[in-house]
């Protein structure tokens, strides 16, 4: 479990106007819960992000993975072994330009003799079905190929909870599904906890809580029916709500009555079934 | 590496045209055994071409010996022409043997040999992983950014900056704007790459385990035998001074 305690962070500047980047958050993330944090540009979601693995340490209040307080040094290891985390560039995350090797980076890191090393390596490319690719250079994978990579790169040590930040925005449409189904396996086979940061509605929809970021704070922390109901909340934080969502709306003003927050097409289908059976 | 490392120094003491010529057969062997095309070894020594003609010019001039063309106050020697053969040779053999290295051998592989001969660097309290993980993301890098540097100047091309002026100084002021942005894109490169490294429980030092383990293997052993063998016999022939 990850807990945030009153969390506040802000960099350090010169000048004396110190702009809180993270306001006061009170959070609890639970073992096998799927998150999604979304907010607008320079909302605090990526500084928050870094909060959860220790990349970053709160200015005031306290970071607590599985009771572990992420501002004290001797904690980093555990932290981090229990919280990976996934970068929106891949490019950006690649130590080594062999796909095996890459993956391997965090093994070598905690000292995982070399037989074992190879045999998780080689597991965890088979969960990712990307073992075919494991001698290949990275610069030849396409974006979805890398970015699974990459999961694989924290994946391989068994991490609680992985966080990505923003990891699909690069990827075209078929990639990101891709991306998702492979975070819903890990997810719902694996009971990892996914924490995913992103600015498309329809995968925030996909699942079990959504926490709305705003100027540093927490605005709304619910599941994805009772968040995408709220639609003038959310435009005025600068966001929007899944295209389904915002298609009931439509209809809805122009006097049907369905219920708030559809985010699911198929129950968008049904109730629009019972619109036309029974007019 | 090791192979390399000897191979220079024969290169540099070597002082017959026939030890040369040896030199360059063998190469051509070993390059057709790696099977790098020739166009390859081509695109390689044209770029030191204009350096060795500037070098050869001066020498050929300034070399006093036996005279066999003058004009003017300029004497080309016999000595002077041999000297430029040789320089010829030899940067030819350097370039294209040490070249044989870097096209044969992944720059991790390249690495892990370096942190190997790097141990010593223990004794004075460094750490040969730290300096070969560094190494090892700057070649990692080098590509990357060329790529980048190729993005900024189309960005400037469209932009209008002049990169294909007639004029010398407009090229030369169009690059001002392509470095700016390239500093910062390293520089942001590099933050992404410390939080992810970070994120993967790196803190550096000794203490890591590797995923790959260089070996002395059969293959390293005769290719070090076949590497002495030249070395003997080209010295030899050297020595003897055949066919000079």
Redesign the interface.
Known sequence: MIELKDVCFSYETVTENVKLILNNINLKIDCGEFVTIIGANGSGKSTLA?HL?G?LVPTSGDVLVFGANTKCEEN??FV??NV??V?Q?P????????V??DV???????????QE??AR?KETLSQLNILEYKDAST?ELSGGQKQLVAIA??LV?NPRFIVLDESTAMLDPQSRKDVMNILKKLNSELGITIVLITHFMEEAALAGRIIVINEGKVELDDNPRRIFEKLELLENMGLSAPQITEFCDELNLLGENLPLGIVDEDECAAELTKILKDP | MGAVFVYTILICMLKGISAFALTFAILLGVYKIAKIPLKVLWKNLKVIIPIVTITAIINVFLIPGDVIFEIWFLKITKEGLVSVLLMFCRVSCLVSGTALLTFTTSPASLVDALEYFMRPVKMFGGSPNEIAMTLSIALRFIPTLFTEIGKIIATQKSRGAPFNSPKFKERLKAYIPVIVPLFYIAFKRAEDLAYAMESRCYVGGDKRTRFRVLSFGAFDFVALMLMLTYAIVAFWVDRWRICR
């Open positions: 870094k693995n990349l980093s290891i981090k072994k990976g985390m970068f560039n490019d950006n995350q690649f130590v080594f330009t062999v095996e090797e391997a980076f965090a093994l070598e890191n905690i000292g995982v003799p070399q090393m190879r390596v610069a790169g924290v040590i």
